[in-house]
């Protein structure tokens, strides 16, 4: 008889791992379906042993073993995979049941053998992190040397982007002469069959795709929020990946125009290496026009600010008279982010949840919150005044001013009200390239999608400098970068903060400078890098907050909590901790962090604390 260690995959489940009894053999890595509560779900062996070396524990057991039943064998997960989830679940003080189930998707539980056997080969040692970061020509033509250098020593490559859309994009840059070899995950059990070396591309939905000669992971896009998880285990498949290549010993090259500050941090530490020399300077084949808004008075007659300048309306009617395409970046949906009382100066907000409430055309009130909607017609709610004045330029006002102002082109817009699925986004960029005169006003969502387009402007950035979190600077840099490798000829960026230095270092692609200024203002703060923040967040009435406050100051007063109180739909109770990165993960509080219920939220190494 032997007792079986299984890690369940289930984001809910909590415990590390289970014990069964069973009279069959089974290997660490092995897919088995278990017995779990009322149900059965899929789980993976961690090791297995002689029931009679334990004789004496399981005698004094307060619980009875369940029977594990013979499986087939049906795919297994390589060793070094579990000990990267297994680290990955120690750095974000979380199970590594909810981590594999994160990282593995429902192809991959329903039909386990598409994961292979599990065989890899045995790394001769750690291989040094590499990065690249170039603008985006340059960069996949480092790429595709990677490739090639890897199909000449018998290697495969796996390739990760953030989105399904680049999959076909990267493909299409990427398999030029090797067309054969490149595949993706609509063939993902050719490419295991394949003899020759292959090029794998995906999204991280197919993270643990592996093959017995996989010497490479590239990441793609480092930078991009995108390989965060939003919900729980709050984990970063960029540090998975770190942890997985550790302990495989395959090489992992972490690529963008920006690599995220960490990253560059990291670099200047010695802790990772340059592929090829690092661009501190970015070349954009677009012009750049800095437009100070504070200089752009009303016209005369006009009392009203007008959303587009000078500079930006003559550029869009040149662009649009020789039928060139114009994309207008806007931060925020709706019409105008924020409404406040002409009389009194109280900000308009949702009676559900007290957020700001969104002016959308309609007219109606919408919470991006929680949803709820309100009248135009509605008064202020602390004086009762009809005086209400909206404030902000949201993407539905860029829409409504350009059609005033370029009646004959079509105007398209991108974000998640007007753009519900991936294949809606897909369609609405088609009808915008096939038509003659078109404009397209767009939020962060239509970054996914635009290629390179001749007249790009950023209409406002101002509002995300009103963000109080330490790494918005960070964000604007990186935004702006991304806008200026979308144009083609021009981009001009309206601001009413004309000097701010992230703008003109993102302007002027100066990415040393940036770093410099950031990293210095960020050591004196000690902002990550220089430490890691927990944030823990739990929900409820006031009198079961106190309860709860009352006992994380209890449990982590060692470590300093600062607690804050927002209201939303009910009221949130956050506690901060700031811990020294060096020391991380420190097993003392990672498992005070493990003894919390699942009413607790957990982030360590949050990208934000607000």
């Known amino acids: ?279 501190w300077r970015l070349k954009f084949p677009a012009e750049l026009h800095m437009v100070d808004m504070k200089k752009n008075q009303p016209a005369q007659g006009k009392q009203s600010f007008e959303i587009f300048s000078d500079t930006l309306r003559t550029s869009v009617e040149g662009a649009l008279a020789q039928d060139k395409k114009v994309f207008l970046f806007s931060l925020r949906k709706g019409s105008s982010p924020t409404t406040v009382c002409g009389d009194c100066g109280s900000v308009l907000l949702c009676k559900n949840c007290s957020s700001p409430l969104v002016l959308h055309s309609g007219p109606i009130y919408v919470c991006h919150h929680c949803g709820a909607k309100r009248s135009a017609e509605t008064r202020c709610d602390a004086c009762g005044s009809w005086k209400l004045t909206p404030l902000g330029i949201g993407i539905d006002r860029v829409a409504l001013e350009a059609r005033k102002l370029f009646p004959d082109a079509e105007i398209f817009i991108m974000d998640k009200d007007h753009v519900k699925t991936k294949t809606q986004a897909r369609e609405l960029m088609k009808q915008f390239q096939a038509a003659p005169k078109a404009i397209l006003v767009g939020t962060e969502l239509a970054l996914y999608y635009v290629e390179k387009i001749p007249l790009v402007a950023a209409v406002t950035l101002d509002s995300l400098f009103s963000i109080p979190d330490f790494g918005i600077n960070e964000r604007a840099f990186y935004l702006v970068t991304k806008l200026r490798e979308a144009a083609s000829e021009r981009m001009i960026i309206q601001t009413r903060n004309a000097g701010e230095s992230v703008l003109a270092h993102a302007g002027a692609g100066n990415v040393l400078d940036f770093y410099r200024e950031e990293i210095q203002e960020r050591e004196e703060t000690l902002f990550p890098p220089f430490s890691l923040f927990v944030k823990v967040t739990t929900e409820g009435s006031q009198e079961a907050l106190e309860k709860k406050a009352a006992y994380l100051q209890s449990l982590f007063a060692d470590h300093k909590p600062h607690f804050t109180l927002t209201h939303t739909s009910s009221i949130e109770l956050a506690m901060i901790l700031r811990v020294p990165r060096s020391s991380w993960p420190e097993p003392v509080l990672r498992d005070k962090l493990l003894l919390l219920t699942p009413d607790f939220s957990i982030k360590v190494d949050p990208e934000s604390i607000i």
């Open 1 to 279: 008889m032997k007792i079986v260690e299984v890690i369940p995959i289930a984001k809910s489940f909590t415990k590390q791992s289970l014990s069964y009894f069973t009279k069959d053999s089974f290997t660490p890595g092995q897919f088995v379906r278990i017995p779990l509560r009322k149900g059965s779900t899929l789980g993976v062996v961690v090791s297995s042993s002689e029931a009679s070396k334990s004789k004496s524990s399981l005698k004094e057991a307060s619980f009875s073993l369940r029977k594990l039943a013979k499986v087939e064998r049906a795919g297994e997960l390589p060793k070094s995979f579990m000990q990267g989830a297994q680290d990955t679940a120690s750095f974000y003080a979380t199970s590594v049941s909810s981590v594999l189930a994160s990282l593995l998707p429902k192809k991959f539980l329903e039909k386990p053998e598409l994961l292979g056997s599990g065989v890899e080969e045995k790394p001769d040692m750690a291989r040094e992190v590499k990065l690249v970061q170039l603008v985006h020509s340059e960069r996949f033509r480092e790429y595709r040397g990677i490739v090639r250098e890897c199909f000449a020593r018998g290697k495969s490559v796996l390739f990760i982007v953030p989105t399904e859309d680049e999959v076909l994009k990267s493909a299409d840059l990427l398999s030029l002469g090797i067309e054969q070899y490149v595949f993706v995950p609509k063939r993902h059990a050719e490419s295991l069959k394949e003899r020759h070396p292959v090029l794998f591309i995906s999204t991280p939905s197919h993270i643990a795709w592996s093959r017995e000669d996989l010497d490479t992971v590239i990441l793609e896009r480092e930078n991009s929020r995108a390989y965060r998880s939003l919900t729980r285990p709050f984990v970063s498949v960029k540090r998975f990946l770190e942890y997985y290549a550790k302990a495989r010993g395959f090489s992992l090259i972490l690529g963008d125009v920006v690599l995220s500050l960490e990253t560059l941090w990291r670099e200047r530490e010695g802790e990772y290496v340059e592929f090829s020399p690092l661009s």
